[in-house]
């Protein structure tokens, strides 16, 4: 058997991996390589690939007995390509070590540069940069760097402070500084002293003068970092398998802190908040890396280096356009200037927000770079979510900031509204949150051990960083709504408030707070929010389409959508003004109509208490012919709505008591109107008392115990379709009978169903097309799915109950353990938002494949909440159902995600 190679070594025009390799090589390490390839200047150096990462782990924190000969090879090329020697005292060569997984998980692991200095290497930094004040800053970095990710001396609570930034501060005071550039070579050797001294006294530990020492030391703190508190939770929130591992890339240090002649940067090809077709990014001149990315110094836009090195400038104008012309893609790079030379150090596919996702696919395709089908399938459906955002009241905010209420501008760095109460770190942010509470995360700069609470939060406030700071670049991935880099805040964590620069407002922990993520406004107080600008077109109507940039976009992805997926669409609605807004955004039928919902509504829930309290037949009769013009009109105006479109009704399913009072003073109200005593009233709720009510008296077992309620409600939907029908309009009832297990409990309700649809036909000398169905929605009804679909016409997953039911899971009680499941990787999504599909859907395929044996063409959907879920809804496609319904603000994510399923699996309906 062939040895395993574990190193890939890159550098000069040579590279043995390329940006295939993103599962071996990470994806920063197979795009090195890739760009060593397109002949792009890249720094030489070697990934350490993820399988090494994995035996670690599997190994007892060992590396593979072969990988240390492959490291200390490639070290030797990467000295040769670059003339110089690891350890060397009089010309070292000096090595950055970085994390670098399969998918990107920005700042959630650690990087440590520099690496190869000691008390004698900087001497030789010093005299061959001919900078000694650059050398021993680059060593003092390096120190603290070390000792806080390898030798773990870093701050343990929120409220500590970074002991080698104390160190720092103490000695700026003590010089009476202000800036770090202030600090002179003495300075900088007295600060590795005592950050040295400051090690050893709080870890025991020495930090270690060997280079190679220093390599693995870093190598292992780069692995161990997968395994990070904020790693696990990062990869936890983005679905990210554990198993996958981390790469690691050594590659050979440049400078960008060399002087003026040197600087650091990073940039989209593209805007990555509007998509808009401009290079877009920020540099600093004479900084490192950390510098940009961490929001430490508010850096230059990209433009501005033109003035600083036109012929750097000029070279990344080129490097961007073949780097997009080879990915097809926006990408997000990062670069380096040493002495006026150009270093790439990074390129991977930016992140980006919904619209410019949206915008950047349309563009493309106009641009001929990529088909139709590639941009739909670069557009995450969840991320459509963000379209359908709120965005504030105009008039409102208008009013507000002539009111003077506008406290700052930053930069627009996540787009949308977000109003909610001051926070000022992330556990509060968490904690608050959970209480119900809106949320801002008020941060100077934010850090990934922020996420918590950036997830938590409606919106990220930062007063430092720019475009691509930490704060920008996870909230854009996020879908938060982000204004990063508001400089004019001071605010003050121990104090929990901040100051506005230039006025007395002072902000506290608690108080409203406003953000524009689109504008960068900070505003104070609470301002109410408004739909979209698709919702505006679609939905309110107070927008016309040619006037709507966002929503022609929108369209045009709906449009391709709509011609590529093999799902039919459909929706859960109640009421006829929800019909509308899900006909609005694609709806092609109702997949179920919750008629329960109904009695709710506006004068039924008395008659239906009637009939719930009713001693015999005769008084259900009389309560039931109360409700039933009233149902009838329900059902008239969702025929209405939903004219030539399919109309599944479902029959009542819920346990009667929902419908009753349960406090004292409501039982009072009941027995005054019902005109029965109070003890009678108890004890017939004491009657309807059920321990398990979800297993219980509900679904199909109410029409079998009193057929009366099921007469009533076909009644009511075969007059109300004739109605609507003669009115002009056409009508495809397909009337659902829920919680089937045994087909005789079909049978009995079909019987029924047939009985009084003819009935009221003969009556009215109309016919009406019609279906009769059941949901599958407990496992037997599964598992005997070809009995059932002898009688059945259709039928639809109630997965909501299939997944209690299989799993054994309360619907109602699982919320106090479920997500505990998923943080221990039992489970990797709630069973109630993704579908298990390892066991539902076993269930499932099995129904439909019955289903189908029994009845050839037999249509088949869902309508549990998963209907609208893309993980669930590519499984539908999986696995042939013919259509999904879900809420009428989800179906263009299930348009989306139907078009992806049909895009990436051949298969579908058979
Ligand atoms: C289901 O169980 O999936 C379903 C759609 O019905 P309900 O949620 O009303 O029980
Ligand atoms: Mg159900």
Redesign the pocket.
């Known amino acids: 058997m062939a040895k395993t190679k574990y190193v890939y070594y890159f550098g000069g025009k040579k590279a043995e991996g390329d940006a295939k390799m993103k599962n071996l090589l990470g994806g920063k390490g197979a795009n090195l390589a890739e760009m060593i390839h397109l002949g792009m200047p890249v720094p030489a150096g070697f990934t350490i690939t993820t399988e090494v990462c994995t035996y670690y782990y599997d190994n007892g924190l060992k590396y593979p007995s072969s990988l240390e000969s492959e490291v200390k090879k490639a070290v030797e090329k990467v000295e040769k390509e670059m003339k110089a020697e690891f350890g060397s005292m009089t010309n070292p060569l000096l090595l950055s070590v970085r994390s670098g997984a399969r998918a990107s998980m920005p700042g959630m692991m650690d990087t440590v540069l520099n690496l190869g200095l000691n008390d004698k290497t900087v001497k030789a930094l010093a005299k061959n940069s001919g900078n000694e004040r650059f050398a021993w800053d680059s060593y003092r970095r390096f120190v603290a760097m070390y000792g806080d990710v390898v030798l773990d001396l870093k701050p343990k609570t929120k409220d500590d402070i970074d002991p080698f930034e104390h160190l720092l501060d103490e000695m700026k005071e003590s010089k009476g500084y202000k800036l770090d550039t202030e600090l002179t070579t003495a300075d900088l050797k007295e600060l590795v002293k005592s950050f040295k001294d400051a090690i050893k006294k709080h870890t025991g530990k020495k930090f270690p003068e060997d280079p190679w020492e220093q390599l693995w030391g870093a190598i292992g703190a780069v692995f161990g970092s997968w395994n990070n508190e904020r790693a696990i939770y990062y990869r936890r929130i983005n679905g990210i398998p554990s198993e996958w591992g981390t790469a690691v890339n050594v590659q050979s240090m440049v400078y960008g802190n060399m002087g003026e002649d040197s600087g650091t940067g990073v940039a989209f090809t593209r805007d990555a908040a509007t998509g808009e077709n401009i290079f877009y990014g920020e540099f600093l001149m004479n900084a490192q890396g950390e510098d940009v990315v961490a929001g430490t110094r508010t850096p230059q836009q990209i433009e501005e280096l033109k003035k600083n090195d036109i012929k750097c400038y000029n070279e990344l104008l080129d490097i961007r356009e073949r780097l997009e012309a080879h990915y097809r893609d926006m990408l997000d790079i990062e670069f380096t200037i040493q002495r006026g030379k150009l270093y790439m150090l990074q390129c991977r596919v930016g992140k980006r927000t919904a619209m410019a996702s949206i915008k950047i696919a349309i563009d493309m395709v106009k641009e001929g770079l990529i088909t139709p089908k590639e941009a739909i399938l670069r557009i995450d459906p969840e991320q459509l979510n963000q379209l359908l955002r709120p965005v504030f009241d105009l008039k409102e905010k208008q009013n507000a900031l002539k009111n003077g209420k506008l406290l700052a501008k930053g930069l627009n760095a996540g787009p949308g509204a977000a109003s909610g109460k001051v926070v000022f770190n992330a556990e509060d942010a968490v904690a608050v949150s959970a209480k119900g509470e809106q949320v801002i995360l008020v941060r100077i700069e934010t850090s990934p051990e922020d996420i918590t609470g950036m997830n938590a939060a409606e919106g990220i406030l930062t007063a430092r960083g720019g475009m691509t700071s930490h704060a920008a670049l996870v909230a854009r991935q996020m879908g938060k709504v982000c204004v990063a880099g508001c400089g004019a805040l001071n605010i003050n964590y121990r104090d929990r408030k901040f100051t506005v620069e230039k006025s007395d407002i002072v902000v506290r922990e608690g108080d409203y707070i406003s953000i524009d993520g689109s504008t960068g406004e900070v505003i104070l107080g609470e301002l109410q929010t408004k739909p979209s600008e698709v919702v505006e077109v679609l939905i309110d109507k107070t927008l016309k389409a040619s006037d709507a940039p966002n929503y022609q976009m929108f369209a045009q992805v709906m449009e391709w959508a709509d011609k590529y997926r093999k799902l039919g669409i459909r929706t859960?609605a109640d009421q006829p003004d929800q019909c509308e807004n899900a006909i609005a955004f694609g709806a092609e039928g109702i997949g179920?109509t919750?008629t329960e919902h109904m009695f709710f509504g506006e004068g039924k829930i008395g008659p239906m208490r009637e009939m719930i309290f009713a001693f015999d037949e005769e008084g259900r009769k009389k309560a039931l012919a109360k409700i039933l013009p009233l149902q009838r009109i329900d059902f008239k105006g969702i025929f209405h709505v939903m004219d030539n479109k399919p109309v599944t009704i479902?029959l009542i399913?819920?346990p009667l008591h929902e419908f009753v009072p349960h406090e004292e003073s409501g039982l009072e109200v009941v027995a005054n109107d019902l005109g029965y005593s109070l003890s009678i009233v108890k004890d017939r709720v004491n009657q309807l008392h059920e321990f398990n009510p979800m297993l219980g008296f509900r679904g199909c077992r109410l029409g079998i115990v009193y057929p009366e309620i099921t007469e009533m409600q076909v009644r009511a939907i075969f007059e109300a379709a004739i109605e609507v029908q003669k009115a002009g309009k056409k009508v495809f009832p397909e009337v659902m009978v829920?919680l089937v297990g045994n087909v005789k409990e079909l049978e009995f309700q079909v019987e029924i169903l047939h009985r009084v649809a003819k009935q009221v036909m003969k009556e009215k000398k109309t016919e009406v097309n019609y279906m009769v169905g059941t949901?599958i929605?407990v496992p037997r009804g599964a598992i005997t799915a070809e009995k059932i679909a002898k009688v059945a016409e259709f039928c639809s997953?109630?997965?909501?109950?299939?997944t209690?039911t299989t799993l054994g899971l309360s619907r109602d009680d699982s919320g106090s353990f479920l997500p505990a499941y998923v943080q221990k990787n039992i489970l990797d999504k709630d069973p109630f938002q993704a579908i298990d599909q390892e066991g539902v859907g076993f269930l499932m395929e099995h129904a439909v494949k019955h289903a189908r044996k029994a009845r050839k063409g037999i249509k088949l959907g869902i309508?549990?909440?998963h209907g609208g879920e893309p993980s669930s809804v590519e499984y539908c496609h999986k696995i042939g159902l013919d259509y999904v319904s879900c809420s009428p603000y989800r179906v263009p994510i299930a348009r989306l995600a139907a078009a992806h399923a049909a895009l990436k699996h051949k298969k579908g309906k058979k």
Do not use: A, I, K, V
Request: charged letters at 30%; hydrophobic letters at 20%.
């Open positions: 859960n179920l919750r479902r399913d819920p829920p949901m929605e997953f109630g997965t909501n109950d299939l209690q309508c549990g909440e």
